[in-house]
């Protein structure tokens, strides 16, 4: 069974940066597309960034694109989400979630991912 832990969330101003990290157990996900998602209150879990199983591809959402990047150590099963410049609008729990299926294709809809981790909390105030 895959266990996905992510940490790294906590209250932030706007503005300031954090950094999002994932770690996965009980499978090693070098073979999938990992994503980041989140979900704020009383709205659907939305697309934040994926990346390829090698690292080499990335897709970041365009409400986050050139402030959010995405990364992955394959070797300590670990993927990251680094925030910067981060906006009230951010404020939402954070999930990773890795491809229902081994591949390289990075997808942007919930249901294509799977083992949700409890998530942590991005809170960003103004």
Not at 30 to 51: D, L, N
Not at 91 to 99: D, F, K, L, S
Request: hydrophobic share 35%; net charge positive.
């Amino acid at each position: 069974q895959v266990q996905l832990v992510e940490s790294g969330g906590g209250l932030v101003q706007a503005g300031g940066s954090l950094r999002l990290s994932c770690a996965a157990s009980g499978r090693t996900l070098s073979r999938y597309v990992m994503g980041w998602f989140r979900q704020a209150p009383g709205k659907e879990r939305e697309f934040v960034a994926g990346i390829s199983p090698s690292g080499a591809v990335t897709l970041h959402a365009d409400s986050v694109k050139g402030r959010f990047t995405i990364s992955r150590d394959n070797a300590k099963n670990t993927v990251s989400l680094q925030m910067k410049s981060l906006k009230p609008e951010d404020t939402a729990v954070y999930y990773c979630a890795p491809r229902r299926t081994i591949g390289m294709v990075i997808k942007t809809t919930r249901d294509e991912y799977d083992y949700w981790g409890q998530g942590t909390q991005v809170t960003v105030s103004s």
